[in-house]
């Protein structure tokens, strides 16, 4: 990948923002223009999110070149769109190194650059931090400005409207910048993307543009501002106490640059509404945003036969929906990954995608369950920990029964610290009444996911891997007793207890240290009857785990031998009390030594000791 001053003059020179800003505005254009071109050829050589940058070359340009950051706070809500921050922010000739191993992160770090002012990767954040920068800034005294982009799909989450209902009445310098793009990864639902819809269309009415030209310029050049409320559209955002500008178009860099000077010499809290395309400037991705919001790393040919985890999933719920009317489906946002797009299209009647919102798809899913309905919450790892609290006191308390199915559970890779799904087993064991299940291939994960959804006692969980399989014929559905372990061989003195995916690594160990290899299938509840059996007849108990070791299935094992008195020593394998860092899944596991030679190797050398 070349970046030179030949192919991208204008970007070459500002790639750092002190040059940015030394730019005629009338170069600003081209220099929109080889920002697209440099981010398609990055992402076309690294991989990663793609559609969401190229929709905010223009804003993030003007902001660059408005601002004065990074004494300016500028932040950014999930950061899939950060790709042309980081280009603009001295970062240009590393961009390719972007989500690998020890490259750039793929979401703005605190620790990568001081032009990232907060670390980010999940949704709905950046109003509350900003809110608290402008509270200090104006504490501070020295006109510190706090600007927050913050997409429409992002607006949905209850945080941000926590942040908006705090905002405004504190009444301090905050400029949130929605980014309109009317999606999430997803297409947007819900009202709010109706309300955003109606604003833009109130906008393309010609007398309504003048009239809303006439009340905007009332705000920036009266000596007393007119209060937001009498724009007659009436925004939701006005009635929350902001100054509502907007809808403009977000691609015109002329249009935003003119506005963000005005802001930029005002008191008070804003929100500027630009809409933008998702995608822009590349016509596949504007086209089918949700196909190009990321571009996946090209993966070794599998065989056909072999389907991901989440089509699991998807193909189990279609199966079991054909039979059972009461069966209700719920995403945050998280359709197509997930792998229910085709119950989707099946099933719309059973189906609810309730846009970003955690909480309230746990407590929604406890209402349904409540009426007499079977609710099956579809959701990754790392966002079920914002939904914590809810499945505490909404579900677990209540013993109500709903299936969770958790995807991506353990290592996921190059999106890096923020989705590494390794706590859920720590935080979940805690909570009494669940059943807690670890599929290690893709029929056990079948078999659970029956197992869990027929469990009427309370909340069950299926976690499962983000990828691919290992090929297992599906079976015929079975539920399975609860707590049942299962041996895939008989050995001497060493015992490996599996919960998970690793199974396939463990068996490498195992035969060649003649070791017992047990599945466990079940981290809650524990299979107590497997354990005593082979603590009469083994020496050496080793725990293996995709996920932390403080709290995790192996801190299980380790409360119940203890509480028995069964003077054994055990080694537990799982991933150290650290966040993850990026990097493919084979990449991390062969760091922290839960690929075969790595697991084999941490026997081997405990043994020894």
């Not at 703005?108 to 509350?128: A, F, M, Q």
């Not at 006191?393 to 590494?420: M, P």
């Not at 396939?504 to 299979?527: H, I, Y």
């Not at 922290?592 to 941490?602: M, N, P, S, V």
């Amino acid at each position: 990948m070349n970046f030179n001053s030949k192919k991208y003059p204008v970007l070459y020179f500002a790639s750092s923002v002190e040059n940015l800003r030394l730019l005629p505005i009338d170069q600003l254009p081209q220099l929109c223009f080889e920002l697209r071109e440099y981010l398609l050829e990055v992402v076309t050589f690294s991989k990663g999110h793609f559609a969401s940058g190229l929709g905010v070359v223009e804003i993030t340009v003007a902001l660059h070149y408005i601002y004065n950051t990074p004494f300016d706070n500028l932040i950014w809500d999930i950061g899939h769109q950060a790709y042309p921050h980081k280009i603009l922010t001295g970062r240009s000739k590393r961009i390719k190194s972007i989500r690998k191993k020890n490259g750039l992160h793929s979401f703005p770090c605190r620790e990568e650059s001081e032009y990232d002012i907060l670390n980010v990767g999940h949704s709905s954040t950046s109003i509350s931090a900003g809110l608290g920068m402008s509270i200090a800034a104006l504490k501070e005294g020295k006109n510190r400005k706090t600007i927050c982009v913050i997409g429409d799909g992002a607006m949905t989450a209850g945080m941000a409207f926590e942040a908006m209902n705090h905002a405004g009445t504190i009444k301090s310098n905050l400029l949130v910048i929605l980014n309109d793009n009317q999606m999430s990864i997803s297409k947007n639902v819900g009202a709010l993307s109706n309300h955003l819809e109606f604003l833009r269309n109130y906008r393309k009415n010609k007398n309504n543009r003048k009239k809303i030209d006439f009340f905007q310029k009332q705000l920036f050049f009266k000596k007393k501002n007119i209060n937001s409320n009498f724009f007659s559209f009436n925004s939701i955002f006005s009635n929350l106490g902001f100054k509502y500008l907007g809808p403009f178009d977000g691609h015109n860099i002329f249009s935003i640059i003119d506005i963000l000077k005005k802001i930029k010499c005002k008191k008070g809290t804003y929100l500027l509404h630009l809409v933008t395309k998702k995608g822009k400037g590349y016509l596949p991705a504007e086209l089918d945003p949700i196909k190009w919001h990321s571009i996946p790393p090209r993966s070794p040919l599998v065989s056909e036969s072999v389907i991901s985890y989440s089509d699991v999933f998807g193909s189990w719920l279609c199966e079991i929906a054909k039979s059972d009317k009461k069966l209700i489906a719920i995403t945050p946002a998280m359709c197509e990954s997930s792998g229910i797009l085709k119950f989707s299209r099946l099933f719309p009647n059973q189906y609810f995608d309730v846009a970003i919102a955690e909480q309230h798809a746990v407590t929604f899913a406890a209402g349904l369950s409540i009426s007499g309905y079977k609710p099956i919450v579809s959701i990754y790892s790392t966002f079920l920990q914002r939904a914590y609290d809810q499945f505490i006191h909404d579900v677990a308390l209540q013993k109500l029964a709903i299936l969770f199915a958790v995807d991506r559970g353990g290592i996921v890779g190059n999106d890096g610290e923020t989705h590494q799904g390794i706590f859920d087993l720590a935080y979940l064991r805690c909570i009494p009444g669940i059943v807690i299940m670890t599929p290690s291939d893709e029929n056990e994960c079948r078999q659970m996911l029956y197992t869990g959804y027929m469990h009427n006692k309370g909340p069950s969980v299926v976690r499962y891997p983000k990828g691919n399989g290992i090929g297992a014929l599906l079976m015929p559905m079975n539920k399975i007793p609860l707590g049942q372990s299962l041996i895939k061989r008989m050995g001497k003195k060493i015992a490996i207890l599996n919960f998970g995916t690793l199974l396939k690594n463990a068996f490498f160990s195992a035969n060649s240290l003649d070791a017992t290899l047990v599945d466990m299938r079940f981290v809650k509840p524990l299979d107590k009857n497997m354990i005593l059996k082979l603590s009469s007849n083994h020496q050496f108990f080793i725990t293996l785990e995709e996920g932390v070791i403080s709290g995790g299935a192996g801190s299980a094992v380790n409360e119940f031998i203890m509480v028995k008195k069964i003077l054994l020593p055990v080694l537990n394998i799982g991933l150290p009390d650290t966040f993850i860092p990026q990097g493919t899944q084979e990449e991390i596991r062969h760091d922290y030594q839960l690929d075969k030679e790595g697991i084999h190797k941490q026997i081997f050398y405990w043994l020894r000791q």
